[in-house]
């Protein structure tokens, strides 16, 4: 029959969607978010997860690089069962949303405390006083300077900057500019007002209030800093040298060429230097902040483990999702990727403390003042409003006390608008 | 209809149902329900909640970012199109001259257009690069100081729309399929009637062309409405905000796209979309009603 072959391929093609679940095994969709080496050392963690419970079988999937695609399967309302390529600054939308099951319950029947986390990390996971995610791995920031460039302009290389003046004194003395006009070396370049205006002493956001505090005195004490520091350079000048900089995970990157003397990055650092900068003299210290503000302070961000609400499999997602970020998992996935561990205690342990670039992270991590993204489910508008405040001040386009002003007034009429929608719902 | 016939009617349904359901479940459904969530409040992940014009009547009066990239939009049509349209005429007018290695210059002109538009983007970002990119190396050549390009507000629009001619390939390969098409017996009329190469270009190419430039006009008017791609990949490099620098590459594409999938405001996105197909429909008919003036079919 003629029309026999077209249905029999229709067929066979949605065969092949089906896929049948081994007999007395519960599947767990596990997506996720890490690729190349660190996808590995996943699938490795799955692998003895499934040899140890028998009755689960976790699939892994890989998103790397397309994080879309879970908004997707939320909306589609078929999400994976564990899923750990959301960012953490998505939490909040997704969790105001109802597609994240809470998991504080689970977590606290597990015999995991709040404490056991990091300082401000439990609460960085939470909206709303509820947990919606776990994390394997957290990442710290802090200075790293070259110590032959601290030498050539005179400056004792086992020193660093432990003040504002300071940075700004090193950092000009570290810039060369040519004949040309054009710069050659910087020291330093403050970016992302996001981290300034914290360690300045402000906020981004009231949750009690559910009040934008965009234009907190200390914020835009720390906008006039940046704006006042960034056009001593000449802000086309700067931004020209720096569309000049390679990529970052190479040789060509800007601190490993020469073209950065100071240059704020992680606990991974070491790793990348031994590979991209051999023969670089490098030292590290705490990012410097101003007396009335906060020292010490980290964002925490980065990709999260979450059990979106409409999994099938709940308690077999929890039974992997608290095993894959348990701390022995942890501690090892971290130390196989060069990050730091969210549990305290690991950090604590030798195979933690015995490098001293990770002790030194660890212990910046082990301190106060470190906060998740500021828990408002509007928070992607938020972000972009606040990033074009800080291009339009650099540029000169605005008063940044007016333009912050104008960034807290948009989004707080947006924000009130969504929980009146919400509320009248 | 006999059986045999009914039976070849339904098989070749059926071979052709991939894509009369891909168009129905993939186009048309989406299109249809567009509008719909143009009328609601619609994340993406929540059920869509309606809400009447309000998504419409906050684009027009509360959106200050509507207007701006509109604007930036606007000037991509009015004058990054006109130049776009010019330069693809007259390389193609050069390329239809008879020389020695034509062929060569033609596929060089038509080389760019196979580069895919993201990599000839990365391409051009280096090319463009105030620093060590080769367009102020060359102009420093001349002893000329080039502008920032892209980072520049004043110049970064002027940078794309220099990029887009790069591109022009496909542009210029219809009009010099159209230029061969030009009788070359009313080329020998006109210059039996004295008409130098000028006046030959005015009486004889322009009119007897026209009517693919007037389809090069409509299809560069929606693909300027349209643009996106080049600006997303260029202006978003290296952390900075979306449509930078100062806004001033913000186009209305860009600004759809950042509410519909980075802010989850996807039944404003849809508004947005519509907004822009009845813009693109108004500009698309004004060309279409004045064609009957300036477009000549050697047939009518």
Redesign the interface.
């Known amino acids: 029959?003629?029309?026999g072959a077209?249905?029999s391929l229709l067929l066979v093609a949605l065969a092949g969607c089906a896929r049948p679940a081994p007999p007395g095994k519960t599947v767990v969709d596990y997506w996720t978010g890490w690729g190349a080496h660190e996808l590995e050392l996943q699938r490795e963690l799955v692998r003895e997860f499934n040899a140890s419970h028998p009755e689960i079988q976790v699939e892994i999937f890989c998103v790397a690089g397309a994080y879309?695609k879970v908004?997707l399967a939320?909306?589609a309302e078929d999400p994976p069962d564990v899923c750990s390529a959301v960012w953490m600054s998505e939490l909040a939308?997704?969790a105001e949303?109802?597609?994240l099951s809470p998991l504080g319950p689970r977590f606290q029947a597990q015999g995991w405390r709040p404490g056991d986390l990091l300082p401000g990390l439990y609460d960085a996971l939470s909206y709303e006083g509820r947990l919606y995610a776990l994390s394997t791995t957290v990442n710290t920031y802090f200075l790293v300077y070259n110590r032959d460039v601290f030498a050539e302009v005179g400056r004792d290389p086992g020193w660093c900057p432990r003040t504002l003046e300071e940075l700004e004194a090193v950092s000009r003395e570290c810039t060369v500019v040519g004949d040309d006009g054009?710069l050659q070396r910087y020291g330093y370049r403050p970016a992302s007002l996001m981290h300034w205006a914290v360690a300045f002493g402000g906020s981004w956001y009231d949750p009690a209030a559910r009040k934008v505090t965009a234009d907190h005195p200390a914020n835009v004490a720390a906008l006039r800093w940046l704006v006042r520091y960034v056009r001593e350079y000449g802000v086309?000048r700067l931004?020209?040298?720096?569309?000049?900089f390679g990529n970052w995970q190479s040789a060509d990157g800007s601190f490993f060429s020469g073209r950065v003397a100071m240059y704020l990055t992680g606990e991974w650092f070491g790793r990348f230097a031994a590979r991209y900068g051999p023969g670089i003299d490098w030292g590290y210290c705490p990012l410097p902040s101003p007396p009335a503000g906060r020292g010490n302070v980290l964002l925490w961000d980065g990709s999260v483990f979450v059990i979106p609400s409409a999994s099938r499999h709940r308690d077999e997602a929890w039974e992997f999702l608290s095993w894959i970020c348990a701390p022995a998992q942890s501690a090892r996935f971290c130390l196989g990727i060069g990050n730091l561990s969210p549990w305290s205690d690991v950090l604590r342990r030798d195979d933690f403390r015995n490098d001293p670039l990770f002790a030194f992270a660890a212990d910046l991590a082990l301190g106060a003042n470190a906060q998740g993204p500021p828990p408002m489910?509007?928070w992607?508008?938020y972000r972009?409003e606040i990033?074009?405040a800080?291009?339009?001040a650099i540029?000169g386009?605005g008063d940044p006390e007016q333009l912050l002003q104008r960034v807290a007034a948009k989004v707080q009429r947006e924000l009130d608008r969504f929980f009146a929608?919400k509320e009248a719902? | 209809m006999t059986r045999t016939e009914r039976?070849?009617f339904?098989?070749g349904l059926?071979?052709c149902?991939p894509w009369i359901v891909g168009f129905f479940v993939w186009t048309a459904w989406p299109i249809l329900a567009s509008i719909y969530y143009s009328l609601c409040?619609f994340?993406?992940?929540?059920p869509p909640?309606f809400l009447g014009l309000l998504n419409y009547t906050d684009l027009l009066f509360r959106d200050d970012l509507f207007w701006k990239s509109l604007w930036n939009t606007m000037y991509f049509v009015v004058i990054g199109l006109p130049v776009s349209l010019l330069w693809s005429l007259g390389l193609a007018l050069l390329l239809n001259l008879r020389l020695r290695g034509q062929s060569i210059y033609r596929t060089l002109a038509y080389l760019p257009a196979l580069i895919p538009v993201v990599a000839a983007s990365v391409i051009w970002l280096w090319l463009l690069?105030?620093?060590?990119g080769l367009i102020n190396a060359l102009l420093a050549g001349a002893g000329l100081r080039g502008p920032?390009w892209l980072?520049?507000?004043a110049w970064a629009k002027p940078a794309l729309i220099i990029m887009g001619l790069w591109g022009a390939g496909g542009t210029i390969l219809i009009y010099l399929a159209a230029l061969q098409d030009v009788p070359l017996h009313l080329y020998e009329a006109a210059r039996i009637d004295g008409a130098g190469p000028a006046r030959q270009l005015w009486h004889v190419t322009l009119p007897m062309i026209s009517p693919v430039v007037f389809f090069n006009v409509v299809m560069g008017l929606i693909g300027s409405f349209q643009y996106f791609t080049q600006v997303y990949v260029m202006t978003s490099a290296?952390g900075?905000?979306?449509g930078?620098?100062?806004?001033s590459t913000l186009v209305y594409a860009l600004h759809l796209f950042?509410n519909g999938?980075?802010?989850?405001r996807m039944g404003y996105a849809s508004a947005m979309a519509w907004i822009l197909f009845l813009i693109t429909l108004a500009a698309t008919a004004l060309v279409f009603r004045t064609s009957a003036r300036w477009v000549y079919y050697a047939g009518k």
């Open positions: 029959m003629r029309t077209p249905v879309q908004r939320f909306a939308s997704y949303r109802g597609v054009r086309e931004e020209s040298f720096e569309q000049s489910p509007l992607n508008l972009s990033a074009r800080e291009d339009f540029h386009k929608e719902a | 039976s070849r339904v098989a059926l071979f149902s409040r994340d993406g992940i929540a909640r690069n105030p620093e060590i920032a980072l520049s507000p290296g900075r905000p979306l930078g620098p100062q806004d950042a999938f980075l802010n989850f």
